[in-house]
T-cell receptor, first 113, second 115 residues
């Protein structure tokens, strides 16, 4: 059983461009979570999704950020019009229903020039 | 609201010495607690988890943690540090929904090992 997959592992964007980060959960996991780790800081919760539903987006910035987890395909975290402050590592985690433990992917490191 | 506080952003110990990383939690309900390790430029790896089955939890790589309700603590220990233990360690608590949870992380403790 493959672990949580994230791609790309590294992403470089110029200010004003769009960034798309992908996350494929582990097989059988219907819950996906996105976390952001700013340099020298801990991980901060962004959003929790189930298939085709956003359950909790209390950690998402109000503008430019969106997330989806379609019926088919990976979960996507989309950042529009990136700014330098968006530079961070973005981690995806997944879990099956009614399980407290989450399994983390290797992360996508976004650099905004 | 549930939260965790890690005391000490940086801990340095000698190789072979005891490792003690401190974590205190705040929770209005019995918590699920975790310790994760992050090596440079890598993702998070679960070291151990507390799910109320036993107060002393043994994890991977020789680490263990003890849940102390009276002290609201979940400190991570290892009897003898190894150079390969140098990493960032995160204490975390799970906030539950009806069918899943989100994890609240502490700010992390960077562990350095002196030769």
């Amino acid at each position: 059983n493959a672990g949580v997959m994230q791609n790309p592992r590294h992403l470089v964007r110029r200010r004003g461009q769009e960034a798309r980060l992908r996350c494929s959960p582990m097989k059988g996991h219907s819950h996906v979570y996105w976390y952001r780790q700013l340099p020298e800081e801990g991980l901060k919760f962004m959003v929790y999704l189930q298939k085709e539903n956003i359950i909790d987006e209390s950690g998402m910035p109000k503008e430019r950020f969106s997330a989806e987890f379609p019926k088919e395909g990976p979960s996507i975290l989309r950042i529009q019009q990136v700014v330098r402050g968006d530079s961070a590592a973005y981690f995806c985690a997944s879990s099956p229903p009614r399980v407290q433990e989450q399994f983390f992917g290797p992360g996508t490191r976004l650099t905004v020039l | 609201a549930q939260s965790v506080t890690q005391l000490g952003s940086h801990v340095s110990v000698s190789e072979g010495a005891l490792v003690l990383l401190r974590c205190n939690y705040s929770s209005s309900v019995p918590p699920y607690l975790f310790w994760y390790v992050q090596y440079p430029n890598q993702g998070l790896q679960l070291l151990l988890k507390y799910t109320s089955a036993a107060t002393l939890v043994k994890g991977i790589n020789g680490f263990e943690a003890e849940f102390k309700k009276s002290e609201t603590s979940f400190h991570l220990t290892k009897p003898s540090a190894h150079m390969s233990d140098a990493a960032e360690y995160f204490c975390a608590v799970s906030v539950s929904y009806s069918s899943a949870s989100k994890i609240i992380f502490g700010s992390g403790t960077r562990l350095s090992i002196r030769p």
